[in-house]
């Protein structure tokens, strides 16, 4: 059926202003503040918090490590940007990790931080979070704070239903936003032939549960929608994944008013298991197609890149009983499971009601083929009623995001009319509600989307602050809000600024993080191949315009300190090893005029930064981190001539003393 645009129009304009008017800010700001609050969240110097925080950094690229209940902010993580702070994608070790089929991508949009699941459970070990403009899943170790893995998707674009664990972290899986042409078919085509040419495709990376290292596994060709969420299945429904699908009209423009003409959209519910025995009966097509494939080796400190080639694709409408649609009213974003497995909550963005569907009763109407129509010819669309629990009634405006607390019940975030809703799982009652400052995305519960959820603390992640922080020009922060769910009532306790836009985070017990540490690299287990074990062999080495500088770093020296001999035209490398063996003892190194940021250099490891002089003379060299009472002294001197000078190459230290 075609609707003309024109009739439309009047209806968004409607519905945009109505939202308008509902997001104005709720209640009476700080009113709701309980007098023990600022008791709940004081973490006294030199104490701990109780419980981790990573938020993701949205358009920043990375991901933030956060105390909580203090809200203070203990690292940012660098994944998908290049960060200066730390050298992170400026380092000739670490520059591999941003390359792609593209090329060097230095940003991207970060999403979904999701912790590694062991039967359900967050196992503290890794930290997976999307990239969704480049799409790209990044696997983040947790005994170091460092990335050590990403992988690049092919066949998509917008990888935001991603990433999303499996039970046992079987796999990670992702689902396109923006469909399109599949990578290996002709992609030059007008976009009008949306509905014929455009595809998407669900990827499963299979995740080494000793070496957490993946491997794109396989893919499946699903209908042109936009996916927006997922969640897998646990316990019962263990072998079933849940997206969300939004314009499921496959419209190709103007999505805000084309893509909200249908009623209902579906949440798509694909049996993992299934697919993982059809690929293993070599049902898998080959397709050809080119994505990069990211590692960083933890004993040489140093990230490689490889193009890969090649992945198998599986078109679900061949296969029946792989897919199967349930109607979700509304433009649905979110989709929840709760910690039993049975029931899934999904969020329609424009629907007035959270339908909460029943796994049981999806596998009944599966197996009376209660269907409601088809989709594409042979992907069966399930009856509403027949696979609903039922709806949570009048919660509110603009559900996102539901997240749970163990105790029977679901939390759901309200963009639109900017609350948290708290509602009983069995009944679908409303409890509670607070008011959230303001528009929420995600919450994030500890343990909120596990088999055993922790409760006692939720984060509302917010995306307006207006009048919550001291101006700061023309941008002002998103914020989170921390809220006791440990009673009846839902209790706000502190807010805080947060780094970029915390899209989602993920909330894990201390203890759980705590025990894998690593404190500093073992020297000895240093294979860099330009590693400097000690200073007595720190060293110089040309090969015809290149320079190769074996650096060493200890309080409170940079060995070899003074350095000449570097020719204009030179291509200079300088490898850094920080030969401390304690917690806490980086040694920082920079060079005036390098086009480069520096590098922060871990205890026992060795990073290398490139330097091409622009012009001669002397050029300071200094540790930028202020490691002991004589950091100030840790320096040197880099001596630059003309190409065609003989100035001998020549490096000391404290030998080189001062002519008269
Ligand atoms: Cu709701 Cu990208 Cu998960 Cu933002 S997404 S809010
Ligand atoms: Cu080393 Cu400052």
Redesign the pocket.
């Known amino acids: 059926m075609k609707i003309s645009i024109i009739k439309l129009l009047p209806l968004a304009i409607i519905l945009l202003s109505s939202l308008a008017i509902y997001s104005c800010k709720p209640g009476k700001v700080g009113s709701k503040l309980d007098a023990d609050a600022a008791q709940k969240v004081y973490v006294a110097p030199g104490k701990y918090d109780e419980v981790y925080a990573f938020l993701s950094g949205?358009f920043s690229g990375q991901v933030a490590a956060y105390g909580i209940p203090s809200g203070r902010l203990l690292k940012v993580i660098p994944v998908f940007s290049q960060n200066p702070e730390n050298g992170y994608g400026y380092s000739e070790e670490t520059k591999p990790m941003l390359n792609t089929s593209h090329g060097f991508v230095p940003w991207d949009d970060s999403?979904?931080p999701e912790l590694s699941k062991t039967n359900g459970e967050d196992d503290g070990r890794w930290l997976f979070i999307n990239g969704?403009n480049t799409p790209r899943i990044a696997r983040i170790n947790l005994a170091t704070f460092k990335t050590d893995e990403i992988i690049e998707l092919p066949n998509i674009g917008g990888n935001?239903a991603s990433p999303f664990c499996t039970e046992n972290t079987e796999y990670v899986v992702g689902n396109t936003r923006f469909s399109e042409p599949l990578d290996f078919e002709k992609g030059d085509v007008p976009i009008n032939s949306y509905k014929k040419t455009f595809k998407g495709a669900v990827s499963f990376v299979k995740v080494d549960k000793g070496t957490g290292s993946m491997n794109l596994s396989f893919q499946l060709i699903v209908p042109p929608f936009n996916y927006d969420?997922a969640h897998a299945g646990k316990g019962v429904s263990h072998d079933w994944l849940f997206f969300t699908c939004y314009n499921t009209e496959e419209a190709n423009t103007l999505l805000e008013v084309n893509a909200s003409q249908r009623d209902k959209d579906f949440i798509m519910a694909i049996n993992w298991k299934k697919a993982e025995e059809l690929i293993r009966q070599g049902k898998g097509v080959k397709t050809p197609v080119k994505y990069a494939h990211n590692v960083y080796n933890e004993k040489t400190h140093t990230a490689s890149s490889q193009i890969e080639s090649g992945t198998l694709t599986l078109d679900v409408t061949k296969y029946p009983g792989l897919v199967y649609y349930m109607p979700c009213p509304k433009s649905p974003?979110?989709v929840d499971v709760a910690p039993d497995g049975e029931y899934i909550a999904a969020s329609g963005k424009l629907a007035a009601v959270i339908p909460v569907f029943s796994y049981k009763k999806m596998l009944t109407a599966i197996d009376k083929k209660d269907y409601d129509g088809m989709i594409d010819g042979t992907l069966p669309v399930l009856k509403y009623e027949s696979v609903l629990h039922g709806e949570v009634k009048q919660p509110g405006l603009g559900p996102?995001?539901t997240e749970f607390d163990g105790k029977g019940y679901a939390y759901t975030t309200m963009f639109v009319s900017s609350e948290v809703v708290k509602w009983k799982i069995d009944n679908l009652q409303i409890i509670d509600r607070i008011p959230s400052y303001y528009s929420p995305?995600?919450l994030s519960i500890v343990g909120g989307d596990s088999k055993k959820p922790y409760g006692k603390y939720l984060l509302s992640?917010n995306?307006i602050t207006k009048d919550r922080y001291l101006p700061t020009g023309p941008e002002l922060p998103q914020a989170c809000q921390l809220i006791d769910i440990s009673g009846e009532k839902m209790k706000l306790l502190l807010d805080f600024p947060t780094i970029g836009e915390p899209?989602?985070g993920q909330m894990i017990p201390a203890d759980k993080i705590l025990k894998n540490q690593v404190k500093f690299f073992k020297i000895e287990d240093n294979k860099n191949a330009y590693v400097t074990r000690a200073e007595k062999d720190s060293k110089v080495v040309r090969t015809g315009n290149r320079v190769d500088v074996y650096m060493t770093a200890i309080r409170s020296h940079l060995a070899p300190d003074n350095i000449e001999g570097i020719k204009m035209g030179d291509e200079v490398y300088v490898h850094v090893t920080n030969l401390e063996q304690d917690w806490d003892v980086p040694h920082g190194f920079a060079i005036k005029g390098a086009n480069n940021a520096e590098l922060l250099i871990m205890p026992g490891e060795t990073s290398s930064l490139k330097w091409t002089p622009d012009r001669s003379g002397i050029f300071p060299f200094y540790c930028t981190d202020f490691c002991s009472a004589l950091h100030q002294e840790m320096q040197g001197y880099f001596r630059v001539s003309p190409a065609g000078a003989d100035t001998p190459l020549k490096f000391s230290i404290g030998v080189n003393p001062v002519t008269q």
Do not use: A, M
Request: glycine residues 18%; hydrophobic residues 20%.
């Open positions: 949205g999403h979904h969704n935001h969420l974003h979110g996102l995001h995305g995600h992640l995306k899209h989602y």
